[in-house]
């Protein structure tokens, strides 16, 4: 999805492992106002998807490959944004 309106960011979520099994999909784009947050995100993709909501609040968030780890902090200024969605593993 191409944005070319400053108003809105496309977010592409990437799930892996077992939230792309649990989400049904590896990969979905959204688009937020600029300047929501992941909670924001969050809540566009449950709105349709409420069962998502699980999955989206235990996964580690990683936008543009930087972890985030507070929702509520707006989003990066930008056109289109990556949000690796990692679901909790164990090992090292």
């Known amino acids: 999805m191409t944005n070319t309106d400053p ?9 892996f492992a077992a939230a792309s099994e649990a989400m049904g999909r590896s990969e979905e784009t959204v688009a937020v106002p600029s300047g929501a947050s992941l909670a924001a995100v969050i809540d566009t993709i449950t709105e349709t998807r409420p069962e998502a909501c699980r999955v989206l609040n235990i996964c580690a968030l990683l936008v543009d490959g930087v972890a985030s780890r507070d929702r509520s902090v707006p989003l990066p200024n930008a056109n289109s944004l990556r949000v690796d969605v990692l679901p909790p593993f164990a090992g090292g």
Request: without cysteine; aromatic residues 22%.
């Open 7 to 15: 108003k809105v960011t496309s977010v592409t979520l990437y799930y």
